[in-house]
């Protein structure tokens, strides 16, 4: 899932442009995987769950930075820790909404070690 291939086969990429940070075809993603022929969109919708995946990875990444912060620097500011923490999220939002979707589909596909084995391919 981290580094966002394709959740059958692990073969292809899940996103068109491998840069996240890239703004063109930032949210593109092949209709089908030219390894294994998954959909990357198996229902209207699908990706609205990705949502909730999404904010539970930004909290965890909120809370790390603070448990970090309070180890690191223990007299610490508030100020200081919102800036840390807003400014990170920020700039790893498009890596976590990436990630948000993989792990989202992963979820329903699930890894086919015998795919690449298989006659029909």
């Not at 442009?17 to 075809?25: A, C, D, L, W």
Request: charged fraction near 15%.
């Amino acid at each position: 899932m981290l580094f966002l291939k394709c959740p059958k086969c692990h073969e292809t990429d899940l996103f068109e442009q491998k840069n996240p940070y890239k703004v063109k075809g930032f949210f593109d993603m092949p209709y089908k995987c030219v390894n294994c022929g998954q959909k990357s969109d198996i229902e209207p919708g699908f990706f609205y769950g990705a949502m909730y995946v999404s904010y539970g990875i930004s909290v965890a990444w909120l809370i790390a930075v603070f448990v970090a912060i309070l180890v690191l620097y223990p007299a610490f500011s508030i100020e200081f820790y919102l800036v840390t923490a807003i400014g990170s999220l920020i700039g790893l939002s498009p890596y976590f909404f990436r990630l948000s979707r993989a792990i989202w589909v992963n979820f329903f596909v699930h890894y086919d070690k015998n795919f690449s084995k298989s006659p029909l391919n």
